[in-house]
């Protein structure tokens, strides 16, 4: 069974930068498309960014495109969602997760069946 975790969340000023990292375990990500998503308090969970299971296609949410970058590195086992120029409004939960559906999941932001427990990240000054 696959298992998420996240890593690389903290406190940073705006306009700063922050890598976010998903480890994989219990088995492969290959085949899998990975997102990650965000919820801020009071608001619904989005979709932030996305890349295929084959890594070809990324998908982004038209708030962070230009500023964020997915990438997945398979002989690792993980994604990553850098992170720049960082915005008081990209404070949130950040949240990854997969699924085998790369439509589903990269354009509906839908399908998910494995997530990790999430990392905080606040912008702030």
């Known amino acids: 069974q696959l298992s998420l975790a996240e890593s690389g969340g903290g406190l940073v000023q705006p306009g700063g930068s922050l890598r976010l990292s998903c480890a994989a375990s219990?088995?492969?990500?290959?085949?899998?498309?990975v997102a990650w998503f965000r919820q801020a308090p009071g608001k619904e969970r989005e979709g932030v960014a996305c890349?295929?299971?084959?890594?070809?296609?990324?998908t982004y949410a038209d708030s962070v495109k230009g500023r964020f970058t997915i990438s997945r590195d398979d002989a690792t086992n993980s994604v990553y969602l850098q992170m720049n120029s960082l915005r008081p409004e990209d404070t949130a939960i950040y949240s990854c997760?997969?699924?085998?559906?790369?439509?589903?999941?990269?354009?509906?932001?839908?399908?998910?069946?494995?997530w990790g427990q999430g990392t905080q990240v606040t912008v702030s000054s």
């Open positions: 219990g088995t492969t990500l290959y085949n899998n498309a």
């Open positions: 890349v295929s299971s084959t890594g070809q296609t990324t």
């Open positions: 997760a997969a699924g085998r559906l790369d439509y589903s999941l990269c354009v509906k932001w839908q399908s998910a069946t494995s």
